[in-house]
């Protein structure tokens, strides 16, 4: 079975600090993994997304991932947080790709970045 | 990226009524949208996908009776919550994907 794990519910960090949000992940076969973003009242965003490749996966807004197959990782980076980077983030898993894949939602990570 | 529109953003109904929500994908035709629910600072709750021109697969514990769910066209999936209660309250939100999902603006439902 899929799941996904999210072991932070808040992080804090300053603005200009580098930030982390941590991911790990279960699934048999080869993972997709996804990270999106949801800010107050609003439907999730699409940040990025390892599906093959290069281990090192860069997205939107300057976020950028880590794919590492054997810590089955999947954190969530940014070189210097704003404040307008303050949100809930998801990390999410999928076994394959294709429209009726099922995805597996961690449980979030609201991350504030103080002035 | 793709666009998936979502209407109502927000309803207020009374007990005992019923509330339609439409989940559209604006750019691009999807056979098939999932259905989400969302409790105050949790993770999204899978309720259903949703299948066009078939019947929805419900996830356990989920009440298909309760939550009906209509996937007519490639573009349009509603799901109508039927004899709404106070518990039925909550952010409900939709998504079509690709290999990645994408998803409307949620409907944030309150039923006094």
């Known amino acids: 079975a899929q799941s996904v794990a999210q072991p932070e519910d808040q992080v804090n960090v300053a603005e200009g600090n580098p930030l982390t949000v941590k991911c790990t992940y279960s699934v048999s076969g080869n993972p997709y993994l996804f990270w999106y973003v949801q800010y107050p009242n609003r439907g999730l965003q699409f940040l990025l997304k390892?599906?093959?490749?290069?281990?090192l996966v860069k997205g939107s807004y300057g976020f950028e991932a880590e794919f590492n197959k054997s810590q089955t990782s999947f954190h969530l980076k940014k070189p210097s947080a704003l404040v307008s980077d303050s949100a809930l983030y998801f990390c999410?898993?999928?076994?394959?790709?294709?429209?009726?894949?099922?995805?597996?939602f961690g449980t979030g990570t609201l991350l504030a970045v103080q002035p | 990226g793709a666009v998936v529109s979502q209407h109502p953003s927000w309803v207020i109904c009374k007990s005992g009524t019923s509330v339609k929500i439409e989940c559209r994908s604006l750019?691009?035709?999807?056979?098939?949208m999932f259905w989400y629910r969302q409790f105050p600072k949790q993770s999204l709750m899978l309720m259903a996908t949703s299948n066009e021109g078939s019947k929805a697969t419900y996830e356990q514990g989920v009440e298909k009776d309760k939550f009906l769910i209509n996937h007519a066209s490639l573009t349009l999936s509603t799901l109508t919550v039927t004899s709404a209660h106070p518990e039925d309250s909550s952010f409900y939100i939709c998504s079509a994907q690709d290999i990645e999902a994408f998803f409307g603006q949620g409907t944030r439902l309150t039923v006094v």
């Open positions: 999410a898993v999928g076994r394959g790709g294709g429209a009726t894949n099922k995805l597996i």
């Open positions: 750019d691009f035709q999807a056979t098939t």
């Open positions: 390892y599906i093959t490749g290069d281990n």
